[in-house]
């Protein structure tokens, strides 16, 4: 999510929890990438109650709010269309769902909508920031009374937005702790300590404490869903990740010399491709013995580079974990999940993709997984930009 004009990544992550018991989560977070306009969009809705009525609220109100905000409408508009879509109970009482939408430019212009849910937190740094506040009344009789609060800022680096869902700020209601519940400001000195103490915390770390130190408050028993998002402009960190040769052997040490003048992390997926940068680099290549998963080679060791695996069959399974990965995921110790480490952790990806067949893997009676390289590279390129926020870099030689 790196631009000309700024100088720092977008960091996103949320986190969430719903009621023991609940088949759904009554709290929705979806978003969108325009590539084309360098702009994000991220909608967070509550639907009332919790659920799986709840659920089919927030999802109709959050795909409706991102569909609009896309085509730039004006938000006091867009709003009056959902409250009207939004069905009505049996018994003639209104639905509806809550939402915050939060725009970023390629600039770094923040806009921030919010109908009903708390009021986002923004830091600069471990400070509170606060952009002036306007309202605008959402058209139409029948929402009389229904304000927008809307702020506007331009984001610098080291700012974190910090949204959530009333899960978060009524959790610990009625307890003696928190007879009126958590409520938005304990939130925010809670997180002004957790940046004070780890100024470089993530926003996944951010979001992660937040909700846990809500689910404490409750005593581990929520009484409703819970949503936590964080959004941190900070210093990008690259990593590389390479597979396959250069189609044209000719050109293995200049492949080799962009390899070796990238300063990041680094891995390797593919025998062939280690191979010719072990011999370019005069490296030396150390198998690894120990078992992890039967479908998948162990990796092996080279000075410089984090992984180095074998390479359809992992890369493969790198799609097939960023496509299933969820806030309930949990990696285990393959070259496959080391990968999907690294590319969490990093915010620009840079991708060598060598384009060289490797004829092992055109036999018919091959397994179908053994898909062809550059087919599983652009799905797993698409993950990162639309489902995780990177900036990747392709480099097809």
């Known amino acids: 999510m790196m631009n000309n004009r700024t100088d720092y990544h977008v960091e996103i992550d949320i986190e969430q929890k719903k009621p023991l018991g609940e088949e759904a989560c009554g709290d929705v977070f979806i978003s969108r990438r325009i590539k084309e306009e360098g702009r994000t969009i991220l909608v967070m809705s509550d639907g ?20 609009y905000t896309s085509f730039h409408t004006q938000p006091e508009i867009s709003a009056r269309i959902i409250m009207r879509a939004l069905p009505k109970s049996s018994d003639g009482l209104e639905n509806y769902a809550t939402f915050t939408i939060i725009e970023i430019e390629a600039d770094g212009k923040v806009r921030i909508t919010n109908y009903d849910n708390p009021k986002t937190i923004i830091l600069r740094g471990n400070k ?3 952009p002036n506040e306007y309202h605008l009344e959402i058209q139409g009789l029948e929402n009389a009374g229904k304000i927008l609060r809307c702020r506007e800022f331009t984001a610098r680096k080291e700012d974190r937005i910090i949204f959530m869902s009333d899960g978060i700020s009524q959790s610990g209601l009625g307890s003696p702790r928190f007879p009126m519940g958590w409520e ?40 409703d869903d819970t949503t936590c998002g964080v959004i941190y402009f900070r210093e990008p960190r690259e990593f590389m990740l390479i597979t396959g040769p250069p189609f ?40 690894e013995h120990g078992h992890y998963d039967a479908a998948i080679p162990p990796k092996s060791q080279m000075d410089g ?74 799905r797993i390129i698409k993950l990162l930009e639309e489902k995780f926020f990177k900036e990747v870099r392709p480099d097809y030689l």
């Open 248 to 287: 044209y052997k000719i050109k293995d040490l200049n492949f080799v010399n962009v390899i070796r003048n990238f300063k990041g992390k680094k891995a390797i997926c593919g025998g062939t491709t280690s191979e010719i940068i072990a011999r370019e680099m005069e490296l030396e290549i150390k198998s």
């Open 184 to 223: 938005r400001d304990r939130v925010e000195d809670f997180a002004i300590s957790q940046v004070t103490r780890m100024p470089d915390i993530s926003a996944t770390k951010l979001a992660r404490k937040i909700i846990n130190q809500a689910n404490l408050n409750d005593e581990f028993n929520l009484k």
């Open 305 to 378: 580079f984090e992984v180095v695996s074998e390479g359809l069959l992992t890369i493969s399974k790198v799609e097939e974990i960023l496509e299933n990965y969820s806030t309930e995921t949990r990696l285990g110790d393959t070259p496959a999940d080391d990968i999907v480490r690294l590319l969490l952790d990093h915010d620009i990806i840079h991708l060598i993709i060598g384009t060289r067949i490797n004829w092992a893997h055109q036999d018919p009676d091959q397994p179908v997984e053994l898909e062809i390289r550059k087919v599983v590279v652009k």
């Open 48 to 67: 009332i109650g919790h659920g799986v009525k709840a659920s089919v609220l927030a999802n109709l109100t959050a795909a409706m709010a991102l569909n």
């Open 128 to 130: 509170v920031f606060n």
